[in-house]
């Protein structure tokens, strides 16, 4: 589809599926390359709501073991960031000792992933790795480390892929960009 429409806003299509299935590919070799030898069972800790579909597409291709973990974070309200970022549901399991890799669906502004770290250092990480499906440079407002990034984007609203408007759009296999005309 070219164009979809989510309530009250309409979206065109920005991210075929096919460029996204290429750039998991990268992040995944990436991944793989640098956990081959590990001899610990590292922490996949998917973020989400957003995440799911970036993370059941990592899990699809990493070559390790790992343990699959969870946390829900929120921090839109509509198309724009609140700037808070709320934790709406705690870590499915212990990390303490551990080495985690924070997988997440996008990264903006950066509080969240700030927040993250605190969190994950407060429940006794080891070290924490940061893996993003898409970043948006200029929305940057905290410096972040980011281990990991599948691609760069424009500091545009998208939805698809598993990122959302108001909850809805996830199911998408593509994104889409909001359509401003």
């Not at 997440?104 to 407060?122: A, F, P, Q, S, W």
């Not at 500091?155 to 108001?166: A, R, T």
Request: charged letters at 30%.
């Amino acid at each position: 589809m070219d164009k979809i429409q989510i309530l009250d806003k309409k979206f065109k299509l920005f991210i075929p599926y096919e460029k996204l299935d290429a750039a998991i590919d990268k992040v995944a070799s990436e991944l793989n390359n640098d956990f081959k030898e590990c001899d610990d069972v590292p922490v996949m800790l998917c973020v989400l709501n957003g995440s799911i579909m970036f993370m059941s597409e990592l899990m699809k291709r990493v070559n390790f073991d790992c343990q699959l973990i969870s946390i829900k974070l929120s921090s839109y309200e509509g198309t724009q960031t609140s700037g808070k970022v709320k934790q709406a549901m705690g870590l499915t399991s212990s990390i303490e000792g551990r080495r985690v890799i924070i997988v997440e669906d996008i990264v903006d502004t950066g509080h969240t992933i700030v927040e993250l770290e605190r969190i994950l250092k407060e429940k006794g990480a080891s070290r924490t790795y940061v893996c993003t499906m898409l970043h948006k440079p200029e929305a940057a407002q905290v410096d972040v480390k980011l281990d990991y990034v599948a691609m760069d984007i424009p500091n545009k609203f998208i939805v698809g892929f598993g990122l959302d408007y108001n909850e809805l759009g996830r199911n998408y296999k593509d994104i889409y960009v909001l359509d401003e005309q």
